[in-house]
């Protein structure tokens, strides 16, 4: 069973930036980021290949989220820059196993105000 810790969010004013991190137990796995805002379902936001290759982005976050990792120190990153109201959500680091998304953090709260 692959665990994946996260930490990094908190509440901060439009236009502010965040950086969240997350570990997994299990290294070079590929690596996303999702979010759920209240009442909405749980949606993609980034993706990062196991040796960060490759990465994608939704449009919604497209040129203000930037995803990496450290696999020295088996660590995923997001730094979300110019955050925006609607950014506000329970940020979710998950791991892909066989193509599919098969492990989840346990949140972290991302607020930002207006």
């Known amino acids: 069973q692959v665990q994946l810790v996260e930490s990094g969010g908190g509440l901060v004013q439009a236009g502010g930036s965040l950086r969240l991190s997350c570990t997994p137990s299990?290294?070079?796995?590929?690596m996303g980021w999702f979010r759920q805002a209240p009442g909405k379902e749980r949606v993609f936001i980034s993706f990062?290949?196991?040796?960060?290759?490759?990465?994608t982005y939704a449009d919604s976050v497209k040129g203000r989220f930037i995803i990496s990792r450290d696999n020295a120190k088996n660590t995923v990153y997001l730094q979300m820059n110019t955050l925006k109201p609607e950014d506000t959500a329970v940020y979710y680091c998950?791991?892909?196993?066989?193509?599919?998304?098969?492990?989840w953090g346990q949140g972290t709260q991302v607020t930002v105000s207006s």
């Open positions: 998950a791991a892909k196993r066989s193509g599919q998304w098969s492990y």
């Open positions: 990062i290949s196991r040796y960060g290759s490759t990465t």
């Open positions: 299990v290294p070079f796995l590929d």
